[in-house]
């Protein structure tokens, strides 16, 4: 956790499944932003315990990271990863405490968008690369069923069911627009 936020600007992505958090990220990675992502920290624990780091693994050991260390202890984790200055992004915030812990961690530096799309639109993303069966089981996972709470507190939602193009320009604008420039680095 930092005191000092300035110099900073953290940008939070959450989301359902397919909604496009992971394409949201690396654009604003491509355009410098430095990122980082709560799965990392959840696949280094897996492969430490000697375990393949596949979606189901990460949802199961998530979960119980979740229940027995908590998300602050995750959230700390990711955080060590991350440089102490400059622009952010943290990709797949999955509770509440997620939201809480970067607000406290950034302050007003910290700005959270939720990103959605319909349920048929997320699942023709999911299956280009993976049978539907196997999101029908991702979705109803019980770590994602805490995502519909954690986007209700971000700070803007935007949703992403037309052209790769819109949506990235939604982003940036929404980016743009949550960054306070008199507080924070320029980041776009």
């Given at each position: 956790?930092?005191?000092?936020?300035?110099?900073?600007?953290?940008?939070?992505?959450?989301?359902?499944?397919?909604?496009?958090k992971t394409t949201a990220g690396m654009h604003l990675r491509a355009?410098?932003?430095?990122?980082a992502r709560y799965s990392w920290v959840i696949a280094e624990v897996?492969?430490?315990?000697?375990?393949?780091?596949?979606?189901?693994?990460?949802?199961?050991?998530?979960?119980?990271?979740?229940?027995?260390?908590?998300?602050?202890?995750?959230?700390?984790?990711?955080?060590?990863?991350?440089?102490?200055?400059?622009?952010?992004?943290?990709?797949?915030?999955?509770?509440?405490?997620?939201?809480?812990?970067?607000?406290?961690?950034?302050?007003?530096?910290?700005?959270?968008?939720?990103?959605?799309?319909?349920?048929?639109?997320?699942?023709?993303?999911?299956?280009?690369?993976?049978?539907?069966?196997?999101?029908?089981?991702?979705?109803?996972?019980?770590?994602?069923?805490?995502?519909?709470?954690?986007?209700?507190?971000?700070?803007?939602?935007?949703?992403?069911?037309g052209s790769e193009e819109q949506f990235l320009a939604s982003l940036?604008?929404?980016?743009?627009?949550?960054?306070?420039?008199?507080?924070?680095?320029?980041?776009?």
């Amino acid at each position: 956790m930092t005191d000092n936020w300035n110099g900073l600007a953290a940008i939070g992505l959450s989301g359902p499944i397919a909604a496009g958090k992971t394409t949201a990220g690396m654009h604003l990675r491509a355009l410098g932003f430095h990122y980082a992502r709560y799965s990392w920290v959840i696949a280094e624990v897996a492969r430490d315990a000697g375990r393949e780091p596949t979606r189901s693994t990460l949802q199961e050991i998530g979960r119980q990271i979740h229940e027995t260390f908590g998300q602050r202890w995750l959230g700390q984790k990711l955080l060590e990863k991350l440089p102490k200055s400059g622009c952010l992004v943290i990709d797949g915030l999955r509770y509440p405490e997620d939201h809480a812990f970067l607000t406290e961690s950034f302050g007003p530096s910290f700005r959270h968008i939720a990103i959605t799309a319909p349920l048929d639109i997320r699942r023709q993303r999911f299956m280009r690369s993976r049978p539907a069966d196997d999101y029908d089981e991702a979705v109803t996972h019980p770590s994602e069923l805490g995502v519909e709470n954690v986007v209700q507190l971000a700070h803007r939602v935007i949703n992403n069911e037309g052209s790769e193009e819109q949506f990235l320009a939604s982003l940036e604008s929404a980016v743009g627009e949550l960054l306070d420039k008199n507080r924070t680095p320029q980041c776009l």
